[in-house]
Nanobody
């Protein structure tokens, strides 16, 4: 499967953005999809994930809880990350990733995801 992440941009603190991760080349509903981010000089970190087959299992990093919402539209082969109340600390390159066989205990580890999009820059100014 090929992933393309888009929707990033520059916003002021308190603003909102919606990121999209569009997939092609596979049955996307069968993939668990995660969003990760990487700020300059920092390691890639988990933001949120949504499990495959409309399982209803969704997980967020503590930093994202209450502000970010992950969702998927399997008919459009797209996963979204709605981000609200953005803070300067949210500034990073955001990546979507997917895997067909991810187990729950591995969801936070970027090394467990086989497929990655190219990243989209999110910049939040104070």
């Amino acid at each position: 499967v090929q992933l393309q992440a888009f929707g990033g941009g520059a916003v002021q603190a308190g603003g909102s953005l919606r990121l999209s991760c569009a997939a092609s080349g596979g049955t996307f509903s069968g993939y668990t999809v995660g969003w990760f981010r990487q700020a300059p000089g920092k390691e890639r970190e988990f933001v949120a994930c949504i499990f495959r087959w409309n399982s209803g299992r969704i997980y967020y990093a503590d930093s994202a809880k209450g502000r970010f919402t992950i969702s998927r539209d399997n008919a459009k082969d797209t996963v979204y990350l709605q981000m609200t109340s953005l803070k300067p600390d949210d500034t990073a390159v955001y990546y979507c990733a997917a895997d067909r066989s991810l187990i729950s205990s591995s969801k936070y580890d970027p090394r467990q995801y086989d497929y990655w999009g190219q990243g989209t820059q999110v910049t939040v100014s104070s």
